[in-house]
Every structure is written in structure tokens, then in C-alpha cells.
């Protein structure tokens, strides 16, 4: 079992910044996968971007230019760094990490992090 944790979320004005911070359990274990996903109310759950484990990233269009994606593996961590913020961007953020466990690749999601943008 391999715990995610989020953190970093809250209030901002638009146009600032904020930081998210995904923590995982992940171990020794092999990432094949790490995703930042959002959720607003009434809303489907989207991805928001990506990387793979192969250091590949990719980004919803509206986040391209101003989200950012990295991980730190000697932390265990995968950030989300987030610039110009607007007020549609107010969602619950996750984080989803894929871990190979051989056998099989299983996914681990957080508990999220509440991000508001104020007008």
C-alpha cells in the first residue's frame, strides 16, 4: 500500500501563485506515473498534468504556460507549481501516483488540496 498525500493548497488572489506538494510512500518502488488531477463542484474530475516516469510532461490546455510539473525523488515528491491563477482554476486538486509493483501497475490517489482564486 502506498500512501499520497497533497498539501500547498488555499486562498490566493488571481494572478498569484501557489505551490502543491504531493507526497508518496512510494519506497523503492518503481514510478511509472505522476498526475495532478482537479475537481470543481458539479464539475467531471480532470487531469491537469502530467509526467511520466520517463520524464515526459504534458498539460491540459488550460493550464499550458502556466502550470508547472516536477518531482523531486530523493523526497518522494511531485509538485504542481502554479502561476497567473485565475478564478476558474478554484477546484479540489489531486494527485495520482501509478507505481509498478511488477506483477501489475496500481494507482494511489491523495485526499486532495482545496485551491480558491479569488476574483
Known amino acids: 500500500q502506498v500512501e499520497v498525500k497533497e498539501s500547498g493548497g488555499g486562498l490566493v488572489q488571481a494572478g498569484g501563485s501557489l505551490m502543491l506538494s504531493c507526497v508518496h510512500s512510494?519506497?523503492?518502488?518503481?514510478?511509472?506515473?505522476m498526475e495532478w488531477y482537479r475537481q470543481a463542484p458539479g464539475k467531471q474530475r480532470e487531469v491537469v498534468a502530467g509526467?511520466?516516469?520517463?520524464?515526459?510532461?504534458y498539460y491540459a490546455d488550460s493550464v499550458k504556460g502556466r502550470f508547472t510539473i516536477s518531482r523531486d525523488k530523493v523526497k518522494n515528491t511531485v509538485y504542481l507549481k502554479m502561476d497567473s491563477l485565475k478564478p476558474e482554476d478554484s477546484a479540489v486538486y489531486y494527485c495520482?501516483?501509478?507505481?509498478?509493483?511488477?506483477?501489475?501497475?496500481?494507482?494511489?490517489w491523495g485526499q486532495g488540496t482545496q485551491v480558491t482564486v479569488s476574483s
Open positions: 495520482k501516483i501509478g507505481v509498478d509493483h511488477v506483477v501489475s501497475v496500481y494507482e494511489y
Open positions: 509526467l511520466t516516469g520517463r520524464g515526459r510532461t
Open positions: 512510494s519506497g523503492s518502488l518503481s514510478i511509472t506515473l
